[in-house]
């Protein structure tokens, strides 16, 4: 039987954690790709990406594996350089400009390009094989877990203000943390508060940093979440000042709860950036966000947890299981058969559906995936629900 009433914790980290540093320039470099290849005219399906970033003191190595237009080794430097400078890191330890960038790119295995590929008959195959998730509840607006939606949201407030200019003390670097009390079922308080925050003055004390973050803090929650209980722990460590890369090493896909659900939901064994959407790893857990939001918007369930499975090479997924957590309205086993009917469920499906062939990417390396508004120009086309009243129809 389901517990009822529970504490439940997710965590969220800001644009300027080691691990987003290295996203954001992995997807950078897939965006970059993307654009370059528009203006060569060349066909966006033959663009591969798989950019890994390693990040520590004042070095950035960018690895992996490419296919498209020629760009030259100066201009994926300065794209690196432009992301770090955006982020906000002018620091001794990690700063955009004299930070040691080595660009270590290769083709594209022949081996896996042939697999993935359309050639003759065969339809384009996923990149590799894997399993992906998607999830959705109505526990916000957004229908994503509260825990994390809120985590994200604290610290994307603070960012805002700090680009805005409003916080000239804060650094980069942060983390927040949120432990939601649950009853019966729903979310309806916070009862532990973390936020670390870098800060750019080194002998800022905690009290200080509290009096700058807590007004976002309680402007992200909901105003009877926070109550006279509720603990909170502002730079616990009582000193972050040296952060970033010049702390903590940073690579790319290493915070993938974060990316994803904070652990309200399975997650799949591969994570998201640096990679382009031929990749199912990426555009297939978009996908699996975006069918299971849609069931959720349309009001055929309170829940729902969507699984996806490919194989290398392999056009069409190998599963797809619908789990509605004694939520649902319908039967699983036909919404099921319904999902795989409403959308291709193909790479080149999932591409052309949500309008993947873009640079699209970057704005994706912070504050999760799922969750955000879709933008005017479809970069987050994966949080429409535009299919809601057609899944409506299946089951009238």
């Not at 400009?97 to 195959?125: F, M, P, R, T, Y």
């Not at 970033?244 to 998201?272: E, N, S």
């Not at 959407?277 to 969507?306: F, I, M, Q």
Request: glycine share 10%; charged share 25%.
């Amino acid at each position: 039987m389901a517990r009822n009433s529970y504490l439940f914790t997710s965590e969220s980290v800001s644009e300027g954690h080691p691990d987003k540093v290295s996203d954001r320039i992995s997807d950078e470099i897939v965006d970059l790709f993307f654009r370059e290849g528009t203006k060569a005219g060349m066909d966006p399906y033959q663009i591969r990406v798989a950019c890994e970033t390693l990040c520590t003191t004042n070095r950035v190595v960018i690895a992996g594996e490419v296919r498209g237009p020629k760009i030259s080794e100066d201009t994926i430097i300065q794209t690196a350089r432009k992301a770090i400078r955006d982020i906000g890191y002018e620091q001794d330890g990690f700063h955009w400009e004299h930070a040691k960038v080595e660009v270590l790119l290769h083709s594209q295995s022949a081996d896996i390009a042939q697999g993935v590929d359309a050639a003759g008959n065969k339809d384009e195959g996923a990149g590799d094989q894997g399993i992906m998730f998607g999830y959705a509840c109505r526990e916000t607006p957004e229908l994503m877990p509260a825990p994390l939606y809120y985590s994200h949201k604290i610290l994307r407030l603070i960012s805002e203000a700090r680009h805005a200019g409003k916080e000239k003390f804060l650094g980069p670097d942060a983390k927040s943390q949120v432990t939601v009390r649950y009853e019966n079922g729903k979310p309806v308080g916070a009862t532990q508060i973390v936020v670390s925050h870098q800060h750019i003055v080194e002998d800022m004390t905690s009290a200080q940093i509290r009096a700058a973050v807590e007004p976002y803090v309680r402007k992200a929650l909901p105003e009877s979440w926070i109550t006279k209980d509720t603990v909170w722990h502002i730079n616990p460590t009582g000193k972050f000042f040296i952060g970033g890369p010049d702390g903590d090493c940073g690579l790319t896909g290493r915070k993938i709860i974060v990316d994803t659900y904070g652990g309200a939901a399975p997650h799949g064994g591969g994570a998201f950036s640096g990679k382009d959407p031929t990749k199912v790893d990426r555009s297939a857990a978009y996908a699996a966000r975006y069918l299971a939001k849609n069931v959720v918007a349309a009001g055929l369930a309170e829940r729902c947890t969507l699984q996806l499975a490919y194989a290398i090479g392999v056009a069409q997924p190998l599963s797809l299981y619908a789990d509605l957590h004694d939520t649902g309205k319908i039967d699983s086993d036909k919404l099921e058969k319904v999902l795989m009917d409403v959308m291709s469920l193909s790479p080149r499906g999932i591409r052309e559906h949500l309008q993947l062939n873009k640079p699209i990417y970057a704005r994706t390396s912070a504050f999760g995936h799922f969750g955000r508004e879709p933008d005017a120009d479809g970069g987050f086309s994966w949080e429409k629900t535009d299919i809601a009243d057609k899944l409506k129809s299946h089951f009238a």
